[in-house]
C-alpha cells in the first residue's frame, strides 16, 4: 500500500511539474513587439546630413539605418512649422487627398477621398490618416534633404506626405524601395530588424504577396511565431525635425504618439553605384532644392535601375562580365550582346556608370527587352477589392473629372 502510495506521489507531483512548466509563458508573450528583450540599441544618430555620397558609401550601400537628429528648420524644410492645420486648411482646402481607414495597419483597410479642408475637419476624431503623394501645389514647401542629392535624385520614386491625429501602428513588414522619414509634427517611435534574421521573421505567417508579417504588434503571440522569442531589434524615436534612414528589406514597425503627426517620406529605389559625375563640384547645405525641380523615376527610369542592379557594386561592366551573365541565361545572350553594343559608345570593350546611367532606354527595351522583363507596379499592399467612397457628391464628380473614371481596384 504504501509503495503505491509513493508511486502515486511521484506521478502527481511529475504531473504537476509539467503542468507549471506548460503554464510558463515565454517573455514577451501576448506583450508589444520588442517586449521579449531589450534593443540591441539605438540606431546611430547625426546631427547633420552628410554629403550625398558619404551617406551612400556608409549607410546606403551597405544598408545601414541611421536617425538624424534636429536636422530640419524652417529655412530648410519650409513645410516645418509651416502647415499646422489652419494652413492647410486656408491655403489647400480644395486639395483632393487619399485617405484610409483603421489607425492600426491590417492590410484590408478601406479609403477615402477627401478635399483637404474636410479631411482636416474630420481626422481628429475619426479613425482615419492621410497617405498622400506630395501634390504638386505643395512641392514649393517640400526640400530635398542635403544628403538626398545628386545620384539619389535619380532613383527618387515617391515622395509622400502623412498626416494623423497619431496612434497610427504599422504591420511588420519590408519595403523594396530605400526609405527617408522625416517627422515635422508628433512623435514617432520604429523598432527595427536587420534584413539578415529573414530565417526567423518569415518562418511562420509570412504575407509574402504583401511583405508583412501578421503577428499582432499589440500582442505578439510566442507559441504561434517561436522564432520571436529570440529575435533580435533595434529602436530609434523621433521628435520634430528629425529624420531617419530605413535600409531596402529592414524589416520594421513603426508606432505615433497620441497627437497630431505629420511626416514627409522618401521612397528611391537602391542606387546601384554612387555617380558622382552628377554632383556639383561644390555642394551647399545651405542652398534649398525644393521638390518641383525633380522629376520623380519614371517607369523607363525604374527598369533601368532595375536591371543595374546586376551590376551594383562594381565600379565598371567589363565584356567578361556579360559573358558571365551569358552562362547563366544562355537563352538570353543576344539580348546581352546587343545591351553591350549599344551602351559601349566609345567602343572600349568596358562600361562605365556614365554611359549605363545614360543609354537611351526605348532603344535598349526594343533591342534587348528580355534583359528588363514585364514591367511590374510596386505595391505596398497585396490588390484587393474596395469601393471607393467621397465626403460628397461634388467631391466624387472632382475626382471623376481629374481620373476619367473611378477605380474600383486599387
Not at 483637404?116 to 512641392?139: A, T
Not at 509622400?160 to 512623435?187: A, E, N, P, R
Request: glycine letters at 4%; proline letters at 5%; hydrophobic letters at 35%.
Amino acid at each position: 500500500m504504501k509503495r503505491h502510495f509513493l508511486l502515486y506521489s511521484a506521478v502527481l507531483a511529475t504531473a504537476l511539474s509539467l503542468g507549471y512548466a506548460a503554464r510558463q509563458k515565454p517573455k514577451g508573450h501576448l506583450q508589444y513587439f520588442g517586449s521579449h528583450q531589450p534593443a540591441e540599441g539605438e540606431v546611430e544618430t547625426l546631427d547633420k546630413f552628410p554629403t550625398s555620397e558619404d551617406f551612400y558609401e556608409i549607410y546606403v550601400a551597405p544598408r545601414i539605418p541611421v536617425k538624424f537628429r534636429q536636422v530640419l528648420t524652417p529655412q530648410n524644410m519650409p513645410a516645418y512649422g509651416l502647415w499646422t492645420d489652419a494652413y492647410l486648411n486656408t491655403t489647400f482646402a480644395r486639395e483632393i487627398m487619399y485617405a484610409e481607414y483603421g489607425k492600426k495597419e491590417d492590410m484590408d483597410n478601406s479609403y477615402r477621398y477627401y478635399r483637404m479642408e474636410d479631411f482636416i475637419y474630420d481626422y481628429n476624431f475619426k479613425d482615419i490618416y492621410m497617405f498622400q503623394d506630395v501634390p504638386k501645389s505643395m512641392q514649393g514647401n517640400v526640400s530635398i534633404p542635403f544628403c538626398l542629392r545628386c545620384t539619389f535624385e535619380r532613383v527618387l520614386q515617391r515622395v509622400i506626405l502623412w498626416m494623423s491625429s497619431g496612434g497610427i501602428q504599422t504591420v511588420l513588414h519590408k519595403d523594396v524601395f530605400d526609405s527617408f522619414y522625416c517627422l515635422l509634427d508628433g512623435t514617432k517611435d520604429f523598432y527595427l530588424v536587420d534584413s539578415s534574421q529573414s530565417g526567423l521573421v518569415e518562418k511562420r505567417h509570412w504575407n509574402k504577396a504583401g511583405a508583412y508579417s501578421e503577428v499582432d504588434v499589440e500582442q505578439v503571440d510566442m507559441f504561434r511565431f517561436p522564432e520571436f522569442q529570440s529575435l533580435p531589434w533595434w529602436k530609434s524615436s523621433l521628435k520634430p525635425g528629425d529624420c531617419i534612414y530605413v535600409p531596402k528589406e529592414w524589416y520594421h514597425h513603426t508606432r505615433s504618439g497620441n497627437h497630431r503627426t505629420l511626416a514627409i517620406s522618401y521612397r528611391f529605389l537602391h542606387p546601384p553605384y554612387f555617380n558622382v559625375s552628377g554632383c556639383p563640384r561644390v555642394q551647399s547645405i545651405d542652398r534649398v532644392r525644393n521638390l518641383s525641380s525633380v522629376t520623380l523615376l519614371t517607369k523607363l527610369e525604374t527598369a533601368r535601375m532595375n536591371m543595374l542592379q546586376k551590376f551594383a557594386g562594381q565600379d565598371e561592366v567589363l565584356a567578361s562580365d556579360i559573358e558571365t551573365l551569358i552562362k547563366a541565361s544562355p537563352r538570353q545572350d543576344g539580348d546581352y550582346v546587343r545591351f553591350f553594343r549599344l551602351v559601349d559608345r566609345n567602343r572600349d570593350r568596358v562600361l562605365s556608370w556614365e554611359e549605363l546611367y545614360s543609354f537611351d532606354m526605348k532603344t535598349a527595351m526594343k533591342v534587348a527587352n528580355s534583359l528588363f522583363g514585364a514591367e511590374r507596379r510596386v505595391k505596398e499592399k497585396p490588390s484587393y477589392k474596395v469601393q471607393l467612397s467621397f465626403a460628397s457628391p461634388k467631391i466624387e464628380k472632382m475626382y471623376q473629372q481629374m481620373h476619367g473614371h473611378i477605380h474600383d481596384e486599387l
